[in-house]
Every structure is written in structure tokens, then in C-alpha cells.
């Protein structure tokens, strides 16, 4: 009895292990297609995990709203997998098919009672990342050092227009290099690796 319990709990394990894997594999089924173009996934505000928000600070302060002059210009909303989470809290990696949205917000400061507030408003476009262990496209100027990247407009958010990682996103990216190009100081929600 005791044996089968066990079988059971180990044959579980393996299951829900092997289906984890899926999820994330699933990337390359549903938003990578086969010449490794990328395209913005549906619904993620609702179903997927939020990892956390960058305020961008308003370079002009008289531009600003709020009688005190502070206030953002936009507010930058960060969205994954909640298995991409799960795994990268066990193992300090990003899984492959892991895939990072970053939705670019207009801001709009006002006072409140509270003090000086931003928040988001329109949405200006979608930052999308998806994690490539494998090197699969490396013919596709879009994917390398280890992500596929892509930038789509709010206005037309059915195809990138991004055309070279190297010289459209790296460049941003360089001070987080050694974090796998991710700011990972903004989500806390990642935690500690195991």
C-alpha cells in the first residue's frame, strides 16, 4: 500500500514537472512562429503574473501637471508566466519560453489628496522578450544573446516593429547584462534563487 502511495506521489510529481516544461514550450507553439516572428500574446494583463512597474521620470518638470512639477512621463507594466516565476525563484534562470511583456504607458500627474500622483493612460506600445536556450534563429536579426525582441506600436500591435536587436534594444539592455539582460532589481517578486 505504502509502495503504491509513493508510485502515485512520484508519478504526480513527474506530471506536473513535465507539464511546467509544456507551458513554457508552448511559447514557440503560440507566439513564435516558425521563421521566429513574435507576436503580442492575448489576454496577458488578465492571465498573466505582474512583475512590477518602472516609473520614467519626466526630463521637462514644467510639462507637468501637478503644481508641485514632479510626475512621470510614462509607466512601464511588466507581465510573465507565473511558471516563469516558479522557476526562476527555484533556480535564478529564465526557463526557455519564458516570455517578458513590458506595456509602455503615457502617464498623467495630478494632486491628489494624498500628494502628487501619476498613472497610466494610454497605452503607447508592448516591449515583448521570449527566452531562446537553444539558439534557434540565429539567422532571424531579431533573436540572440539568448532572447528573441520585439517592440510593437499600440497602433498596429498585430506586427513588430522592431527589424535588429543589435541596434534597436541591446543598447538598453547593457547594464543588465549579467543578469540575462534583465533589470532584475525592479521585481522583486522574482526573490532569491534557491
Known amino acids: 500500500m505504502f509502495t503504491r502511495i509513493i508510485s502515485a506521489v512520484v508519478a504526480l510529481l513527474i506530471f506536473a514537472t513535465a507539464n511546467a516544461g509544456v507551458k513554457l514550450q508552448s511559447t514557440y ?14 489576454n496577458f494583463r488578465r492571465d ?5 512597474t518602472w ?13 508641485s512639477g514632479h510626475g512621470a512621463a510614462g509607466l512601464h507594466n511588466v507581465y510573465t508566466q507565473q511558471t516563469t516565476i516558479d522557476h526562476f525563484r527555484e533556480t535564478g534562470k529564465f526557463p526557455d519560453g ?13 494632486s491628489m489628496t494624498t500628494g502628487t500622483v501619476s498613472r497610466g493612460t494610454v497605452v503607447e506600445g508592448w516591449f515583448v522578450m521570449v527566452k531562446d536556450t537553444q539558439g534557434r534563429f540565429p539567422s532571424n536579426p531579431l533573436w540572440g544573446d539568448g532572447w528573441g525582441w520585439s517592440l ?21 539592455h547593457i547594464r543588465a547584462r549579467k543578469d540575462d539582460w534583465i533589470y532584475l532589481n525592479g521585481y522583486p517578486v522574482l526573490g532569491t534563487a534557491k
Open 98 to 110: 519564458a516570455v517578458i511583456i513590458k506595456e509602455l504607458l503615457k502617464a498623467e500627474t495630478s
Open 48 to 52: 498573466w503574473a505582474f512583475l512590477g
Open 55 to 67: 516609473s520614467i521620470a519626466r526630463e521637462d518638470v514644467e510639462t507637468s501637471s501637478a503644481a
Open 152 to 172: 510593437f506600436n499600440a497602433d498596429q500591435p498585430a506586427s513588430t516593429v522592431t527589424t535588429n536587436y543589435k541596434t534597436e534594444c541591446i543598447g538598453c
Open 29 to 42: 507553439d503560440s507566439i513564435v512562429d516558425k521563421s521566429g516572428n513574435i507576436s503580442l500574446p492575448e
